[in-house]
């Protein structure tokens, strides 16, 4: 039976960027050292020097750029993610992420998903569901979760408005989350949209080792909604 690796911090990560930082700091060091000592003038030398500089300062600014740029991961979305119970009560409209940390797709849109927080976390809740976890049980069958990645649109009443199974490109994620702000907005009369949000046929194959809650779900197969294995 095969081990599946979890989403973990990684302090050895750190530790490399540090290095990376360092080495980056020493070479810019260096580079002014050695054209400090190279005297006035215009010459070849010069242009060596003033090229290696240059050099020197692009390796810091990558350096830099990725430390500052480090990739979202499951479980930081977890971190951040709003209580279910607070989301259903705060009065704003909310996005559910239900998701497994096996989830290759769930995986890969992680960055998406994290950049459709960032730009409008303050107007709406972000929750995370991990479909392993028991607790989450009512809310998979509530919900019908057949597949994972599944995002459900609720409005500020907890009313489900849209739901989408599978891999979203970033961009249909980003205004389905901007119609459901929309529909709040205009109270969800006629002329509001409900998020267009259609479903996806790649979702993550369940390994036989990780059934989870989900193997307490009635089976999807009867299920005209079910959107394939997971």
Known sequence: MGCVRRVSSSSSSSSSDA???GDAEAAVAAAAALGSGGGGGGGPK??????????AVGVALFAGTRLAGES????????????????????KPTLIEFYADWCGVCKGMAPD???VEKEFGNSANFVMLNIDNPRWLPEMQAYHVDGVPQFTFLDAAGTSRAESVGKLPGPVL??????????????????????????????????????????????AAADPRAHGPI
Do not use: C, F, Y
């Open 72 to 91: 979202p991961t499951l479980a930081s979305l977890a971190a951040k993610s709003v209580p279910l119970d607070v989301a259903l009560a705060n009065g």
């Open 174 to 219: 980003r205004s389905g989350v901007a119609q459901l702000l929309e529909g709040e907005r205009r109270g969800w009369v006629a002329a509001a949209r409900a998020p267009d949000v259609p479903s996806s046929d790649e979702v993550s194959t369940r390994p036989a080792d990780r059934a989870g809650a989900m193997a307490r779900l009635p089976s």
């Open 46 to 55: 010069s242009g060596l020097v003033l090229a290696w500089v240059g050099a």
């Open 113 to 115: 998903v994290a950049a």
């Open 19 to 21: 290095d990376s930082e």
